[in-house]
């Protein structure tokens, strides 16, 4: 079952010195969407659980539920490509990478914080701030003058505005 309900909005949390960050509201609403959707239809999905990794491309981490995890499990099985199905990257947003997904499994409370461990923070960065970004089928999660960097790059005005916009409202500086 395909439950496309795609994530979006943008929103920059705070982040404590143990990782604890909460997930944005709007992302949460998504999941809680989704895995109800997927409960209906009989898959055994944890509503309170996300699959986190480093972007294989990207300096940002990339974040999805299980109905997510689900479905990408199942796309493998159906085509599994060129070569060993298991070394096949989950998460290559369609780049055609051959590497395995190193997933963390991350678990949110009814409040919805979570903790990104130390290995999440230092492959991007993240210190005081998580900057997320919905991003369709899965979520984006930037160290807030990376994402900048990026989207300077990429000239992207419009989110350029955003993150200097919510850094501003929330003293973070870039």
């Known amino acids: 079952m395909d439950v496309i309900i795609p994530f979006g909005g943008q929103a920059l949390n705070a982040v404590d010195k143990k990782g604890r960050v909460s997930l944005p509201a709007e992302l949460r609403s998504v999941v809680e969407r989704r895995c109800a959707l997927a409960t209906a239809a009989d898959l055994p999905v944890d509503e309170k659980l996300l699959y986190i990794s480093e972007d294989e491309t990207l300096p940002c981490l990339v974040g999805f539920d299980e109905t997510e995890q689900f479905r990408l499990a199942s796309k493998l ?15 290559s947003r369609g780049r055609g990478a051959n590497t395995f ?5 991350v678990v949110f409370d009814k409040a919805g914080r979570m903790v990104l461990n130390g290995l999440l923070r230092d492959i991007t960065g993240i210190g005081d701030f998580a900057f997320f970004v919905g991003n369709g089928l899965v979520f984006d999660i930037w160290e807030p003058s990376r994402a900048h960097a990026h989207y ?13 916009g919510l850094c501003k409202d929330k003293g973070a500086k870039l």
């Open 152 to 164: 300077t790059a990429a000239n992207d005005r419009r989110m350029i505005r955003i993150v200097e």
């Open 101 to 105: 997904a190193p997933l963390q499994r």
């Open 77 to 91: 099985a159906e085509d599994p490509g060129d070569g060993d199905p298991g070394r096949r990257s989950l998460v």
